[in-house]
């Protein structure tokens, strides 16, 4: 009974000295892990001057670049009234082979102005015209025209519609300075569109649409409107003076490195009052030819030519005038 009680106890105490060994067996250790290799960083430039992103690259909220438009071309003889602001002085030089230039020429003076609002749907305009007769026997005199001013209406934000109306205030000279009529009448031709700045005693609405088109170098300006003279009260050498005007010019050119190449032409027709000559006598015409340079300083330099034939051949007009134009 002993031994196998002994038995019992040396068989338990391996069991338990080997269920230990077990249990403390170290685990086996874990291979080490290689640190990921490095990836150098991306190379970086500073972008050169005047860089801009592409849109779809633009940090949120940044405004686009602004666009740079071509000011459109600019007339001697048609409505000044387009989508840039302007402001210039145009002169004229007249003469006549009836009288020598060493006797007497006339000059004119045509100061000029518009602005355009921001948005380029609405601005204003003025303009004044002003004659000088140099007479070398002695009998100077100027003469000032009709003061113009108005607004401009773009409903198409752009030269494809021009809507223009005006109002130009009896300030002309009058018979009390006949030498200053004499230098209007003398100055007439060279802005035939502007015939009624240069009547005495006439208080004008003028109202016009206009449209100006460029396909590549080639561009075209027309003009068509109406002058409705309000008042004349004072007007005494003529019972049925003409009270209402038609105007329609139209001008093209083409559009050269730095220069514009433009061909003109001006009609005028009193609608009303007495007029000699008959239908045909209603109407008046001139031709221009002339070349203005382009940008925001525009020089130009042309000619105007009277068509019909009270003036044709006889009457000779040199323009030039300068301009700055405003985006």
Do not use: C
Not at 102 to 125: E, H, I, W
């Amino acid at each position: 009974m002993s031994r196998r009680w002994f038995r019992v106890v040396v068989a338990g105490v391996s069991l338990a000295a080997w269920s230990g060994t077990a249990t403390a067996r170290p685990a086996p250790k874990e291979a080490p892990q290689e640190a990921p290799p490095e990836i150098p960083p991306a190379a970086f430039g500073a972008p050169p001057p005047g860089y801009e992103p592409p849109a779809q690259f633009a940090p949120p909220g940044a405004a686009p670049a602004p666009i740079e438009e071509d000011i459109p071309p600019a007339f001697m003889t048609l409505d000044r009234a387009d989508a840039f602001t302007r402001l210039g002085l145009q002169i004229a030089f007249a003469t006549g082979d009836s009288v020598s230039l060493s006797d007497a020429f006339f000059m004119r003076f045509n100061p000029y102005g518009q602005y355009l609002f921001p948005g380029k749907t609405m601005g204003v305009y003025a303009q004044l015209p002003i004659s000088h007769v140099f007479d070398f026997n002695g009998s100077d005199a100027t003469g000032v025209g009709n003061l113009e001013m108005g607004g401009i209406f773009l409903p198409m934000h752009s030269n494809d519609l021009i809507l223009r109306a005006g109002l130009a205030v009896a300030t002309s000279s009058d018979e009390g300075n006949f030498g200053g009529v004499v230098a209007n009448a003398g100055s007439l031709y060279e802005r035939l569109t502007d015939f009624v700045l240069l009547v005495p005693h006439f208080t004008t609405a003028r109202l016009s649409a206009s449209t100006v088109q460029q396909v590549g170098q080639a561009f075209i300006r027309a003009d068509g409107g109406f002058d409705l003279v309000l008042d004349h009260s004072s007007t005494t050498t003529v019972t049925d003076v003409p009270t209402v005007f038609f105007r329609a010019n139209v001008a093209g050119g083409i559009r050269i490195p730095d220069v514009d190449l433009v061909a003109e032409l001006v009609n005028l027709a009193p609608v009303n009052g007495t007029v000699s000559g008959g239908i045909t006598g209603r109407f008046l015409h001139t031709a221009a030819i002339g070349a203005r340079t382009t940008g925001e300083n525009q020089l130009h330099l042309g000619m105007v030519f009277p068509l019909d034939q009270a003036a044709r051949g006889d009457v000779w007009i040199l323009s030039i005038g300068y301009q700055r134009a405003m985006n």
